[in-house]
């Protein structure tokens, strides 16, 4: 899911080529064919196909063979009917056997009757295709367990195929980010004139692949804005974990620093793992050596049989939990008091993001959305942003390294009372 024009088609059509073909470089390290393959690659209209996926392909009519197939790869290009210049079929020697690979190029358009009956190995979608079609090309791969590749910009917002990927998560299904500032054939000023010519709605769609929520977004800012690059913490700055709980759906962790004297926080770090235990989730924390904030449900929320508090779990496991769940000083737990702090300092430049090590909190900042309906928050796909809005909830708790030493080295004195 990307931005117009960032090379996400010409990357699709590369890697249908490979497969096809069989020749896959050294560097591959993706899914790998050790046979000819039928594929199927499709777009929105025949016109649409033939002036995008057929070109990228094969190259321009008269001359095939100067695409992404090579020319001494084609056995046979079978031209379709009722489109001038369109192709239906291309035949491509596969050198794992010599028999050859079959890629048939469809459309939407067609109905979702069309994509009925084959059995495929392979398939590539160029832009977000309808649901009927898209279950129904994936039916066609049942068999084989092959692929199914799609490249678009999600123009269609928050789309049953789009919903699908971003908040319905399976270990089947991966999505790869791509935005204008990763297409290096532009220059920076390129980039700033391209996205200068979107009205500022579409700006997030068209630039960075990003589609728009139902009432809008939790956090609308230019993501771009928040970002800085890392650099080593002062040593009066304190810092500060916060955990999201979770097994079928994320465990987030995040760490945060505090500049008191300017109150900006940043976000350093950001961990998310699915169905992990709180055991291997603190053997990969307890190097992190922060204190760490939590929610309310820690109190009460178990794994399955486990019968001891989430909360107390952790502490056993031998993370340095903090003693009261994630609060405001006035003992509130609001999740709309959070996010509007949150807001507010983003907006005010008091709430910075390190480049590089938080893509799984950004990927949230992306979707995080209100309901069209009730404009309340959907609680989906939300653990990063959770574990970062418990931590600023308990900035006051954190601590600077010499005041952490200093309370370890006080709780390991004998005959101390209570202390001990």
């Known amino acids: 899911m990307a931005g117009n024009q960032v090379g996400k088609s010409y990357a699709g059509a590369m890697e249908v080529a490979i497969h096809a073909t069989g020749r896959y470089p050294e560097w591959w390290k993706g899914y790998r064919f050790d046979r000819p393959v039928r594929a199927w690659c499709c777009g929105e209209s025949n016109e649409v196909v033939r002036e995008s996926l057929q070109k990228l392909l094969l190259g321009e009519p008269g001359a095939f063979g100067t695409g992404s197939i090579p020319k001494d790869a084609l056995l046979d290009v079978v031209p379709a009917r009722g489109t001038p210049d369109l192709v239906d079929t291309i035949r491509v020697k596969c050198e794992r056997t010599g028999g050859p690979s079959t890629i048939q190029l469809k459309s939407y358009s067609q109905g979702r009757e069309r994509f009925q009956g084959a059995t495929l190995d392979l398939a590539y979608c160029d832009e977000e295709p309808p649901a009927d079609v898209f279950h129904e090309i994936l039916t066609r791969l049942n068999v084989t367990g092959g692929p199914l590749m799609l490249t678009f910009t999600p123009l269609l917002g928050m789309s049953e195929v789009v919903r699908r990927f971003m908040l319905e998560t399976s270990p089947q299904r991966t999505i790869i980010k791509m935005t204008l500032d990763d297409a290096e054939h532009y220059t920076d000023e390129q980039r700033a004139n391209i996205i200068a010519q979107y009205p500022e709605h579409m ?218």
């Open 203 to 420: 700006r997030d769609i068209r630039a960075r692949g990003i589609p728009q929520f139902g009432a809008g977004l939790v956090f609308p800012v230019d993501e771009a804005s928040l970002m800085v690059e890392p650099f080593e913490r002062p040593k009066h700055w304190i810092r500060l974990g916060g955990l999201d709980f979770g097994f079928t759906h994320k465990f987030a962790a995040c760490e945060l620093w505090h500049d008191r004297d300017l109150d900006v926080a940043y976000l350093v770090k950001t961990w998310a793992v699915r169905e992990q235990t709180p055991l291997e989730h603190a053997e990969a924390l307890r190097k992190w050596k922060l204190i760490w904030a939590w929610p309310h449900d820690g109190r009460n929320q178990t794994l399955a049989g486990a019968g001891v508090p989430l909360k107390e779990q952790y502490a056993r496991a031998g993370l340095e939990m903090m003693h009261q769940y994630a609060q405001f000083k006035d003992g509130s737990i609001s999740l709309e008091a959070g996010v509007l702090e949150m807001l507010d300092r983003m907006r005010g430049g008091r709430w910075k993001v390190f480049k590089g090590a938080n893509e799984a909190w950004l990927e949230e900042l992306r979707t995080y959305h209100r309901d069209a309906k009730t404009g309340l928050i959907v609680k989906e796909a939300d653990d990063a942003i959770s574990a970062s809005r418990y931590a600023m909830m308990m900035l006051r708790h954190g601590r600077t390294d010499n005041e952490r030493a200093m309370f370890n080295r006080v709780i390991e004195m004998p005959n101390l009372g209570p202390f001990v």
